[in-house]
């Protein structure tokens, strides 16, 4: 039997959904600062699936900074100037959400913005699933 895997972009991509999943199950037990990293993370991988999918090795992308990963997807497709807002709101979680001395206090992440991070990572999602999956 010969199986065939997916291809790597398919595979990051996955990923995202994964996380923005996990996030989901975060917001209903109310762990804010978790949803918000775990979105800025799924934004990311989902951004990292695109270029991988136009050519770019995995190696090559050791970025964890949205707004600079948009710009390398900007280079490919202006459309993705849609993002700049999304990118930029979801890249303000990932600092904050990791490392408590510059977080402040335990709780700075409410509701909602956990709610608007989860949003907007969908936004990702949804937005590079319609420029690799072709349907």
Known sequence: ???????????????????????????????????????QQSAEKALKAYLIYKGISPSNLRIHVLPRLLEQCLSFDSSFGLLRETCQILNRYYIPTR???????????????AEEALK?????????ESKIIKK
């Open 120 to 128: 907007f990572s969908k936004e990702v999602i949804e937005f590079i």
């Open 99 to 113: 490392y408590p001395p510059d977080a402040g206090p335990l709780g700075e992440f409410n509701e909602k913005e």
């Open 1 to 39: 039997m010969n199986v065939t895997k997916p291809p790597r972009c398919q595979i990051w991509l996955e990923k995202a959904r994964d996380d923005l999943g996990y996030a989901q199950g975060n917001l209903t037990m109310r762990f804010y600062s978790q949803v918000c990293f775990l979105t």
